[in-house]
């Protein structure tokens, strides 16, 4: 059955990495192929800044390769990682800033826990033909909003990288079967708050959390 699901729109990545990358905890990835659809809730992420971010692979500017991340917000960067595995990432801020969020784990319906990037690219059938897809339109990916929320959000440092390793910007569901990686330290744990008005604008985390994404202002933005 196809998914009924409220797309995320294109709003909802308009904000710097560290704020899309929690509000993403919780969603559905939706993969289509040849009249099939599998859903999985997204349970791990992690957030890369772009030019200030030493591990950002738009950390040296623009390049073809980087495009995609300094365009529109809710496009699909993939790329392959140590020649091994596919990585999926949503670029996000305004087109001609950088950010992305990757993917490292979710959960699918059953019980199947994709745990790690490469895994749950693997198991989803996403490549290089699936880079620079539009993820805010229902399509062969993109992802949706079931209305579920997840009670408390942990944070800690990111993983599997050697530069600015020790930045806060990895966002999980603390104690998911599916999470990835080695036991790392948690910094701090985030309650998810109750949804709020889209008009009001001092708690953006919220707002971006609950679907109800406005842009950043530029003065409240952390540059990339």
């Known amino acids: 059955?196809?998914?009924?699901?409220?797309?995320?729109?294109?709003?909802?990545?308009?904000?710097s990495p560290e704020v899309v990358a929690p509000a993403l905890l919780g969603k559905l990835l939706?993969?289509?192929?040849?009249?099939?659809?599998?859903?999985?809730?997204?349970?791990?992420?992690?957030?890369?800044?772009?030019?200030?971010?030493?591990?950002?692979?738009?950390?040296?500017?623009?390049?073809?390769?980087?495009?995609?991340?300094?365009?529109e917000p809710g496009r699909a960067y993939i790329y392959l990682a140590y020649g091994l595995h596919w990585c999926l990432n949503v670029s996000t801020l305004p087109a001609g800033e950088a950010g992305g969020v990757l993917l490292r784990a979710a959960a699918m319906d059953g019980g199947l826990n994709l745990s790690g990037p490469g895994r749950l690219t693997r198991q989803l059938g996403i490549g290089a033909s699936l880079n620079r897809c539009d993820l805010t339109r229902p399509g062969a990916l993109f992802f949706a909003d079931d209305g579920w929320r997840p009670e408390a959000i942990a944070v800690s440092a990111r993983i599997g990288i050697t530069q600015a390793a020790e930045l806060p910007y990895r966002y999980f569901l603390e104690g998911h079967a599916a999470v990835s990686g080695r036991r790392q330290a948690v910094i701090t744990r985030r309650p998810a708050p109750s949804p709020i008005a889209p008009g009001a604008r001092g708690r953006i985390y919220s707002e971006i959390l609950h679907g109800n994404g406005t842009r950043i202002p530029h003065s409240r933005r952390r540059r990339p």
């Open 30 to 71: 939706v993969r289509r192929r040849g009249g099939d659809e599998v859903r999985a809730r997204i349970v791990e992420t992690e957030a890369y800044l772009g030019r200030g971010d030493a591990a950002a692979h738009a950390a040296r500017g623009l390049t073809p390769r980087t495009a995609v991340l300094f365009g």
């Open 1 to 15: 059955m196809a998914c009924a699901c409220r797309p995320l729109p294109r709003r909802f990545f308009l904000p």
